[in-house]
């Protein structure tokens, strides 16, 4: 079965820390998505930063980086000069094949605290 | 870009009526949208995959004569809870994913409707 599996269903970090959030799934496929999304007390869930399974870099955004490890099928999201804006529940997804279903891990609820 | 709007917000309606909710890519033309179900502080759990011009996928357990789903146009997908009885109180999420590209793979969501269901 292909699975998502977000080990850290909660963690708080003071601001301007770097905090780094693990995510890791099952799956037999070799090219494949994975994504990380954010959702804010708004309830809005917004794409924070998306990985192409074939390439070996990893991606970033601004302050969001992944450490993306193939072969130990990790995909662990660091934010770094975390800001209260941060505060959210972050979901760990990915996608099989390109038109398969998205599949979330359970989330980790995350506080920034001033 | 990658703009996702949902209608209405949140609604709150009475036991035995039907209630729509309209899904729209404001920004570009989705061929597939989704359809999500979200408890409070849970992950988000599929209902159904929306195509264009083509009967919705609902996935199991979901009772596709309760949640009817109609996906018209490139751009806007609807959900109607019938005959809604207070355990359809929910939020529902819908996404939509760009009908080609790079980034044909990712989807965008919508910012949710809370229903309540008395």
């Known amino acids: 079965a292909q699975t998502v599996t977000q080990s850290q269903p909660e963690m708080s970090v003071q601001e301007a820390e770097t905090v780094t959030l693990s995510c890791t799934y099952d799956?037999?496929?070799?090219?494949?998505?994975l994504f990380w999304y954010k959702q804010p007390p708004s309830r809005q869930m917004i794409l924070v930063i998306r990985?192409?399974?074939?390439?070996?870099q990893n991606a970033t955004e601004n302050r969001f980086s992944v450490n993306f490890q193939k072969a130990a099928k990790s995909f662990s999201l660091k934010i770094s000069d975390s800001q209260l804006g941060d505060t959210a529940m972050y979901f760990c997804a990915f996608i099989p094949n390109r038109d398969d279903k998205i599949i979330f891990g359970k989330g980790t609820r995350l506080h920034i605290l001033p | 870009g990658a703009v996702v709007s949902q209608h209405p917000s949140w609604v709150i309606c009475k036991s035995g009526t039907s209630v729509k909710i309209e899904c729209r890519s404001l920004d570009f033309q989705a061929t597939t949208m989704f359809w999500y179900r979200q408890f409070p502080k849970q992950s988000l759990m599929l209902m159904a995959t929306s195509n264009e011009g083509s009967k919705a996928t609902y996935e199991q357990g979901v009772e596709k004569d309760k949640f009817l789903i109609n996906h018209a146009s490139l751009t806007l997908s609807t959900l109607t809870v019938t005959s809604a009885h207070p355990e359809d109180s929910s939020f529902y999420i819908c996404s939509a994913q760009f009908t080609s590209g790079s980034s044909r793979e990712t989807q965008y969501f919508g910012p949710g409707t809370r229903l309540l269901v008395l």
């Open positions: 799956t037999s496929e070799s090219n494949y998505y």
């Open positions: 990985q192409e399974a074939y390439k070996q």
